[in-house]
């Protein structure tokens, strides 16, 4: 059993601002809404995640430039519970980039918490599309300022 939350926006911008936003992670305290990152967007290395109410660990599962960004952790084994969050850019005809927000949550742990991660709009404007609206916000303002 999984639960998927996916997110989408469209930013204008390139790719390649988006993607050195994104994978900024000191820079995200200035303006993320939702989490604060400790680490580098290179595939095998380890994040300090910093969310509200918590702390964790991750590691990155692929970081492939301009294209896609994933990070997972797990609880004892990914058949115990595992997130896995995963950000897709993609570049529109008009040279603006779509970015899809996806996490899914997998593992026998999920079931008791399913009403946490259910995609809900009060949850997601805080969360997920509170993130993406923040993103975009940082990557314009800093595309049209260069």
């Known amino acids: 059993m999984s639960i998927v ?3 989408s926006i469209d930013i204008n911008a390139p790719t390649k601002d988006v993607w050195a936003v994104l994978t900024d992670f ?18 095998g290395t380890k994040l300090a ?14 970081a492939a430039p301009e294209q896609k960004l994933e990070w997972a952790a797990k609880i004892f084994s990914k058949n115990i519970f595992e997130g896995r969050h995963t950000f897709t850019l993609t570049a529109n005809p008009d040279g603006s980039t779509h970015l899809d927000n996806i996490e ?24 997920y599309d509170g993130f993406n609206q923040a993103l975009k916000e940082r990557v314009e303002q800093r595309s049209a300022a260069s």
């Not at 910093?50 to 599962?61: D, E, I, R, W």
């Not at 949550?105 to 995609?119: D, H």
């Open 5 to 7: 939350i996916k997110t």
């Open 26 to 43: 000191p820079a995200y305290g200035e303006w993320s809404n939702f989490s604060k990152i400790d680490g580098v967007a290179q595939t």
């Open 49 to 62: 995640m910093k969310m509200p109410g918590m702390s964790f660990g991750s590691t990155v599962t692929a």
């Open 104 to 127: 899914t949550f997998s593992g026998g742990l999920i079931w008791p918490f399913q009403s946490l991660f259910k995609q809900g709009e009060g949850g997601r404007a805080n969360g």
